[in-house]
């Protein structure tokens, strides 16, 4: 005879099945669009009930990587969307390692495009043209494409009335110059454009020109050591710009007026090839910087080391500067309080200490005195020229009312070590001087 205890757990996971099979069809239709084709298509065995719901699922999801069965990728694909039973086709999605022949890519989007498709999401591993076919999908909001984008004639028609979003992703030069105004001019409405690519050593010129893009995010990788043959050129038209993120490894110049919209920016400069401190990376870094120093808040990353002399031969200013995240060693820090007058709030995400020594400012910083309230470190060693810094903003910042201090890694040994360390016994003596609405030290 069963336990009580044995039952009860049948009913409970009867009761939990029940409670799926109850369910309206449109509600577990909804919930098979989350997942692959794939595994869409396996409900099928569950019951006889969900033997053709998967064919009622708007989204198509291949990925040629899950498939290992005996039927070929490109038959799989071919009879799922022979037997799809939904008229419309809201999200299409195919990631594919192999060849797959082009009538065949073709032949699958243009049915998409036929039932109004409104996100692409098309991925491959080798060489693959832009498709032709989307050119005119009038339906389309979401278009991702990794691939090689081929060459633009002047009498192809562009007409992506509907896009909003474009994410480009490609590992070879193609023709950039010519295809990417071309493929712009074609979307009237798109607000949020990504680029990955690979530069070699051809030197590539991007012309963004966009009277509607808000968000725009640069990613340029360099795949050969001699990083100055890579440099770039960039020419920015996009009155509209709120957003802008640059990750950039190589030098290179930006050209554009000044995006009086902009109010964030996200920038990363970490060419570990450059060996020393190379004057024109710096400066090509300085350019860079230049074109978004109308920004309110600013998150910058450096792994080099800038060559002084470079600084002193470009002046730029931050005026609307309220925040500031930084990963990058003294100077920059230094730099940023001298020419952003309104700072209020900064986050040190690792402090670099390859320079010798804290650099002071020549003058106390105006944003200093009147306007910086906020301070937190991440990640905070023992150093001399750390609490050096620490202890030069602690007795300058005249309205400041919160400092927050992370050890990072290894707390209970850095709280042990710091404890006893002459540095903390000193910074501890100075804070007796500073009046703070809150000062905390977070160890881990």
């Known amino acids: ?94 990631c594919c390692s192999d060849n797959c022949r082009v009538y065949k890519l073709e032949t699958w989007l243009a049915t998409a495009v036929a039932h109004n498709v409104q996100t692409l999401d098309l991925r491959f591993d080798y060489h693959v043209m832009f498709p032709r076919c989307i050119f005119t999908c009038e339906t389309l909001v979401d278009l991702r494409f990794r691939g090689f984008l081929g060459y633009f004639s002047p009498g192809d028609i562009i007409r992506l009335t509907s896009l909003k979003k474009l994410h480009l992703t490609f590992d070879k030069y193609w023709y950039c110059d010519r295809n990417l105004p071309h493929l712009l001019s074609g979307c009237p409405v798109l607000e949020e454009l990504i680029i990955d690519g690979v530069v070699d050593q051809y030197k590539h010129k991007y012309i963004i020109s966009s009277p509607s893009i808000k968000r725009l995010m640069l990613n340029f990788q360099c795949n050969t050591y001699d990083s100055q043959s890579c440099a770039y050129r960039l020419v920015i038209t996009a009155p509209s710009l709120r957003y802008f993120q ?53 998150k910058l990353s450096s792994g080099i080391v800038f060559n002084l002399s470079a600084f002193g031969d470009r002046s730029i200013s931050f005026d609307n500067l309220t925040k500031l995240e930084l990963d990058a060693h003294w100077l920059i820090l230094t730099k940023f309080l001298e020419i952003a007058n309104n700072l209020q709030v900064i986050i040190l995400r690792k402090v670099d200490t390859r320079l010798k ?51 990072g890694p290894n707390a209970i040994d850095f709280k042990q070590n710091l404890m006893r360390s002459r540095e903390f016994l000193r910074f501890s003596v100075d804070l007796w001087h500073v009046s703070l609405l809150s000062f905390e030290i977070v160890w881990g």
């Open 357 to 407: 020594h804290w650099m002071e400012p020549k003058q106390v910083p105006k944003c200093l005195i009147s306007h910086l309230t906020i301070i937190r470190i991440d990640g905070m060693g023992r150093t001399k020229q750390e609490f050096d810094m620490v202890r030069y903003l602690l007795r300058n910042a005249l309205v400041l009312k919160k400092m927050e201090i992370f050890s």
């Open 246 to 298: 640059l990750i950039d490894c190589f030098p290179g110049y930006i050209l554009c007026e000044r995006l009086s919209s902009l109010i964030e920016a996200d920038v990363s400069f970490n060419n570990c090839k450059v060996v020393g401190e190379d004057y024109s990376y710096t400066l090509s870094v300085l350019g860079k910087l230049d074109v978004v120093s109308n920004v309110k808040s600013l």
């Open 1 to 94: 005879m069963e336990s009580s205890g044995k039952r009860q757990k049948k009913v409970s996971v009867g009761k939990q099945i029940d409670r799926l099979s109850g369910l309206p069809d449109d509600v577990l239709i909804h919930i098979l669009s989350f997942l692959p084709t794939k595994l869409s298509v396996s409900t099928s065995i569950l019951a006889r009930r969900w033997r053709f719901l998967w064919a009622h699922v708007p989204n198509l999801d291949f990925d040629s990587q899950t498939h290992n069965t005996e039927r070929s990728f490109a038959d799989i694909i071919n009879r799922v969307i022979m037997l799809r039973k939904v008229q419309s086709i809201n999200t299409f999605r195919i």
